[in-house]
């Protein structure tokens, strides 16, 4: 791990057991089933830290028995935004801890002729500005894509600050080119890696998320 | 002779017996109780723990066991009344908690093929000590006395061999083991608390051997005159009678209800005397004697209580309120449990394991390192924390303990055990990591029971980690680390307050604000005191956790 990880950089505890779930996805040997089941299990992990950095109020409960109890309140609306198409195997995972929440996509490619992130689709919820953004992205690698859109939302009106960029596997690369143009971004990554390869693909990885988990 | 008997049968027993409940006493004085029971009893199946209630604990408050099992011997030739004799003790003992009649029958040796060959022909000897697996015998009945669980063989009579499956046993307090030659092997007499002999008269016992295998098996009188004056007779004189001289007490073949009752009240006078031990013993559990002062993390090193996040918070204000919507509740408790599910899983061991990635990089992680891992859940209210559970290991087995508090006493009682294969085999048991799953540790009464069960079965301590919503610091977890230092305990919250109240009292009183019914449905089950005077006459008492959830079972 880097030693200067910037500091909107907030990663799970690094556990031997979540250790063990990345190594079955890293595996190249794992079956597309256990492939989903555990992959599924980091993102339900990585979502329930990324909602601890919403905000939340005081609230005074009575409890069953008469007592009462101090506690806190959910506040603010939130919405995902998964950047298509390894994002979307985000969002069940965001639905399971979030009943009903709203679900927004972006379709960002590079371009051949300029090799940019270029925006193909959108697709937000109307008042995407009101609310706080879980932006997923299972593969942080060179960041491009994650800053073309964090770049839509704040089109569409929405406070860097008010984004959570959720991703599994983040380059140290990565997490400098993001952190460094949008520093008030919180990024929560369940392990930064060594870095990138020649085909900018992250090392070791997992290989292309989208791919194990589609079409594999 | 028996033919083990079946699982069903066994539920059916339970069942049967549970209607005519007898006042939950665990001193026995007042308990003969004939009428419908005793018929039940007389027909007690043998190789299977008969319960009248549930079993009360059988350890002290350090967590060790107080007593071995009574073990009672009966011998006696064939046909002499040895099963009669040992269903009478049964039914004269009354509301013995658990009692097992084991027969020598289950422990006839696996046969070869020429055994075998000689076994369909009538030509090999049953009645010969020869004939019996007494080392297996002695291992299974020593390792029941000592409270531990043991896998018995089946033998199957008609095939005249012994069966791949076993019958599992665990938890009685008295064994009565039954068979002609019983008293023979000394390893087995070692093991007996009272040793009987059944004497009766060689024509009686042939002239019922006659009428039993006639009517019963469809043998002729031939075939069981030949049989009986090849290997039964002189087994009987060579093997059988001379062990008679072992006996504590001859008892007649006929005519015996005064030597019964005789035995009954001795058996009952031992196992009283324990009872009163274990009384005592145990009314010192509890909150009174705890030391509070102490923070508890240093006092129970082995606690970990989830980091306190915002949202975990959230979660637990939603659970805690009582005007919760039930949605909510159910929606929340899944949430948490599969959150604390994934923090018990850091408890497990893990060792490294190298892999090469998609992109061809190798990569040196971690794997887990467990034989064995499977859930136990404390009924009803570790229900919920199930599912949190299969949520991180799909296909992992999850049994059940059911246990409930004796109403005037308070004291838990188990009344039903259902536990996954790798626990009931010792062997695989000492390998096995257990998750065992409860709502809330209170007093700590069904945590302790529920450990005590992992432990006589051969599970480590080191190898349980206990997941639960929520943990009250001033309660029975003191107790549970004194006597159970290696048990891990994962937690959502820690509560500090635990307090007596009445059982109907509070959730009734406090819900009558609760017009709606999409509300959370606090006390359903239990929605007759109106006032608290009426629930102090239902006369019981629980203990309460504060802030707490509430009873889980009842929102669920």
């Known amino acids: ?216 | 002779m028996s033919v083990p008997a079946e699982v069903q049968e066994e539920k059916d027993q339970v069942k049967l017996l549970e209607p005519s409940r007898p006042p939950m006493s665990r001193t026995v004085s007042n308990t003969l109780n004939p009428g419908c029971r005793s018929e039940i009893l007389l027909q007690a199946k043998k190789n299977t723990v008969l319960k009248s209630h549930g079993r009360p604990p059988w350890y002290d408050e350090d967590g060790k066991a107080i007593h071995d099992a009574f073990v009672i011997g009966i011998a006696g030739g064939s046909a002499s009344g040895k099963t009669h004799v040992a269903r009478c003790i049964v039914q004269a003992l009354g509301s013995i908690p658990t009692v097992v009649i084991l027969s020598q029958d289950s422990f006839y040796k696996k046969h070869g093929p020429e055994d075998l060959k000689l076994a369909f022909q009538n030509r090999y000897d049953f009645d010969h000590p020869d004939a019996i697996d007494m080392p297996l015998f002695a291992a299974c009945l020593a390792d029941l006395k000592a409270g531990r669980q043991s896998n018995i063989p089946i033998y199957s009579f008609k095939d005249h061999n012994r069966l791949d499956e076993t019958k599992y046993l665990y938890g009685a307090a008295i064994i009565i083991v039954e068979g002609i030659l019983a008293l023979h092997d000394p390893d087995l007499r070692d093991l007996y608390d009272l040793k009987i002999f059944v004497q009766c008269d060689s024509d009686l016992m042939l002239a019922r051997r006659i009428r039993r295998d006639v009517t019963e098996r469809g043998r002729s009188v031939d075939g069981i005159l030949e049989q009986y004056l090849r290997y039964v007779k002189p087994a009987y004189d060579n093997f059988v009678q001379p062990t008679s001289r072992y006996a504590n007490i001859i008892v007649p073949g006929s005519d015996n209800t005064v030597a019964i009752e005789l035995i009954a009240t001795h058996v009952r006078r031992k196992i009283e005397d324990r009872s009163r031990y274990l009384r005592q013993h145990l009314a010192r559990i509890g909150p009174m004697d705890l030391d509070l002062k102490e923070p508890v993390n240093r006092c129970f090193p082995n606690l970990t209580v989830l980091r306190q996040t915002p949202q975990l918070l959230g979660i637990f204000t939603i659970l805690r309120d009582r005007n919760a919507r039930r949605a909510d509740f159910i929606f929340f408790t899944d949430r948490l449990s599969t959150f604390l599910s994934e923090k018990a899983m850091e408890f497990l061991p893990y060792k490294p394991k190298r892999v090469t990635t998609p992109v061809g990089s190798t990569y040196v992680g971690k794997q887990l390192a467990v034989d064995h891992v499977c859930g136990v859940s404390i009924l009803r209210s570790g229900g919920p924390l199930e599912r949190g559970l299969r949520r991180v290991i799909q296909d992992i087995s999850i049994g059940s303990l059911l246990i409930q508090s004796e109403d005037s006493t308070g004291e838990p009682l188990l009344l039903h055990l259902m536990l996954p294969t790798c626990i009931r085999q010792r062997h695989l048991a000492a390998r096995s990591f257990v998750f065992l799953l409860d709502a809330q540790i209170g007093t700590g009464a069904a945590a302790f029971m529920a450990i005590r069960v992992l432990l006589d079965h051969g599970v480590p301590q080191e190898n349980i980690i206990f997941v639960t919503f929520i943990v009250a610091a001033a309660g029975g977890v003191r107790v549970l680390r004194r006597a159970y230092p290696g048990v891990r305990i994962v937690c959502g919250a820690l509560d500090p307050v635990l307090r007596e109240s009445w059982a109907l009292w509070d959730t009734v009183a406090l819900g009558q604000d609760q017009g709606d019914s999409e509300k959370r449905d606090v006390g359903t089950g239990t929605p007759t005191a109106k006032t608290r005077e009426e629930a102090e006459s239902e006369g019981r008492k629980v203990w309460v956790v504060e802030p707490g959830i509430g009873h889980i079972g009842e929102c669920l």
């Open chain 1, 1 to 216: 791990m880097p030693e200067s990880l910037p500091p909107s950089v907030y990663t799970l505890p690094q556990t031997a057991q979540l250790e063990a779930l990345y190594t079955i996805i890293r595996d190249k040997e794992t079956s597309r089933g256990d492939f989903l089941f555990y992959s599924d299990r980091i993102i339900r992990l990585l979502v329930e830290e990324g909602l601890n950095h919403l905000p939340v109020l005081p609230k005074t409960v009575v409890t069953p028995t008469g007592a009462t109890y101090e506690g806190v309140g959910f506040e603010g609306k939130i919405c995902g935004v998964s950047i298509l198409r390894a994002g979307e195997a985000m969002e069940a995972g965001l639905r399971e801890v979030c009943r009903s929440v709203r679900i927004g996509k972006i379709l960002i490619q590079r371009d051949e002729e300029t090799a940019q992130a270029k925006l193909f689709y959108s697709k937000l919820p109307p008042d995407i500005e009101k609310r706080y953004v879980l932006l997923l992205d299972p593969m942080l690698a060179t960041g491009g894509s994650a800053i073309k859109a964090v770049e839509v939302l704040k089109e569409h009106n929405v406070p860097e600050d008010r984004i959570i960029f959720v991703n599994l596997i983040a380059s140290p690369e990565g997490l400098r080119n993001f952190c460094g143009k949008y520093p008030s971004t919180k990024v929560i990554t369940g392990w930064i890696d060594e870095g990138l390869n020649e085909k900018a693909y992250i090392i070791p990885g997992l290989g292309d998320f989208g791919e194990r988990r589609y079409c594999s």
